[in-house]
């Protein structure tokens, strides 16, 4: 299949081990040219054959790659908060985000749209009230009536008549608006000096944004609104991690997660139909880890039932939320166990290894993610100290969903050419870049994401054989069935070709 991960031949690398301990005082050039071209097709994309239009392509791609490296200021380097400008701005970010990038694999469902849309449009609809919490975060509902006091609130308050008597609306809205994203243009260190500060307010952003978005006109909306975001930059199809809750109407009446389903399917259906270059989304069903036994059992038996009665949206099961906070996958163990108990497909999807805590229970999410036959492993930040679960990953090929931008972010790491990712590249570990929660950190789609893995873990080395095959890897690493995916791959190879011609000069 297109896109194969390969390994040097053991052939060839017994000839080299006897060449190179056979006694030679003086390294032979012919050698050392050997080996630099051996490790280099190692490398992800390091056996991808370009065409002659595609070398010129590469060719610009690495003149705008040294001038990147060769900033006073390299935005790998710095937090994304302060790189994102110099990233927006570069000549490679502008090619990046015209390359069909394939598939989005890892994106949460309340983090895909921007901020700015949900207040300059969402919290102007009529209906709308906000009341102020009192960890000082807000919350939303629509409704046709005044609402009912919320505990831990201030009184509800129609945002239309706050806005008129607000001496300035637009420092209203900016406030709203740095409640719904960890984007700051203040230091970002300063803002959030741990771990656990910036998750606590990342988690908060979720709790704010809920009442804008389950209200059933506005769901629709944002969904729709998140599937152009991904196609305006070049992304043909994704996997939505999504909670499923209940949507409501604006006299208070809701619906259940099955017809939350049914609406994400219709909404991709007809986005599909509309843009013949979309090839389509499936939802990965989510329940947050701190929840309890008996919850997470309910969770998994709701995922059988979707699994059974929509097959063509549904792609399986996850649990999401900070993996140090919460419990290790080994306490669900009964309740991970019921799909193959009772004989019945679900896919599991795990976060795991989204930690620097060497050691701990959650540490071992990793082997226990693989354990219950994960199809793909979220973050997989740890997997380096786990050689066990990395060489099972590589055998299995059970891709890692890699998130630069948010490993920086949740400071797991400062500088990204020394996220481990960087070492998954460098021996071509099955991987797909992902950007997990984009509204929350100030950026769309996956060109972001593309730029940090490009330019930061690929380093001089990477070229546009790299960037393809990401590319070929997001889809085959989907959880498309195979007809499907040489489907997709067509489509995408399409739209390649036809990017590779209008980018080569």
């Not at 050392?32 to 190692?42: K, P, V």
């Not at 065409?51 to 003149?63: G, I, P, V, Y």
Request: charged share 20%; aromatic share 10%.
């Amino acid at each position: 299949m297109v896109g194969q991960i390969q390994r040097p031949h053991v052939a060839v690398l017994a000839v080299l081990l006897c060449w190179l301990t056979g006694g030679l005082s003086i390294p032979d050039p012919r050698l050392r040219e050997t080996l630099i071209q051996l490790e280099n097709s190692m490398q992800t994309g390091g056996n991808v054959m370009l065409s002659n239009a595609e070398k010129q392509l590469d060719s610009l791609l690495l003149k705008m790659k040294e001038e990147e490296m060769n900033r006073t200021h390299f935005p790998p380097a710095m937090h994304f908060f302060k790189a994102r400008d110099l990233i927006r701005t570069s000549p490679l970010f502008k090619v990046l985000h015209r390359m069909p990038k394939g598939a989005v694999l890892h994106l949460h469902d309340f983090a895909m749209v921007d901020v700015e849309w949900l207040v300059k449009n969402v919290t102007y609809r009529p209906h709308c009230f906000i009341c102020f919490t009192d960890n000082q975060s807000i919350r939303f509902i629509f409704s046709s009536q005044w609402p009912k006091a919320r505990p831990r609130c201030s009184p509800w308050n129609l945002l239309e008549k706050l806005r008129a008597q607000s001496v300035n609306a637009t420092h209203l809205d900016n406030s709203i608006m740095n409640n719904l994203t960890l984007f700051t243009d203040k230091d970002p260190e300063t803002v959030y000096p741990s771990q656990s500060e910036i998750w606590y307010h990342f988690e908060q952003t979720f709790q704010a944004v809920l009442g804008l978005v389950t209200f059933v006109p506005v769901f629709r909306d944002y969904y729709s609104r998140g599937l152009s975001l991904m196609y305006v930059d070049s992304i043909m199809y994704l996997e939505l991690r999504a909670l499923l809750p209940e949507l409501y109407e604006l006299d208070g009446s809701s619906y259940n997660t099955s017809y939350t389903l049914k609406t994400y399917q219709e909404i991709t259906k007809q986005f599909t139909a509309e843009n013949p270059g979309f090839f389509g989304a499936r939802i990965i069903f989510t329940i947050h880890r701190g929840a309890n036994e008996s919850e997470v059992v309910q969770a998994v038996e709701k995922a059988m039932t979707l699994q059974r009665d929509f097959p063509d949206i549904m792609a399986g099961f996850d649990l999401v939320g900070r993996e140090d906070a919460g419990r290790p996958l080994w306490y669900f163990r009964d309740a991970l166990s019921l799909p193959a108990e009772k004989r019945v497909k679900l896919p599991f999807f795990f976060h795991a290894g989204e930690t620097d805590l060497e050691g701990t229970d959650v540490d071992q999410n990793l082997l226990d993610a693989l354990l219950f036959n994960t199809s793909r492993i979220g973050h997989g930040f740890a997997l380096l100290r786990h050689p066990l679960a990395k060489e099972l990953s590589r055998t299995r090929d059970v891709a890692v969903e890699v998130c630069p931008i948010s490993n920086q972010v949740m400071k797991l790491v400062k500088d990204l050419r020394n996220h481990p990712a960087a070492v998954l590249m460098s021996e071509n570990h099955p991987l797909v870049i992902s950007s997990d929660d984009p509204a929350a950190f100030g950026t769309s789609g996956l060109s972001y994401d593309f730029y940090e893995a490009f330019v930061g873990f690929g380093g001089r080395k990477s070229n546009l054989g790299t960037l393809k095959q990401l590319a070929i890897n997001s889809i085959r690493y989907s959880s498309l069935d195979p007809s499907e995916q040489e489907q997709a791959l067509v489509l995408w190879q399409k739209t390649w070709d036809k990017f590779v011609s209008e980018n080569t000069f």
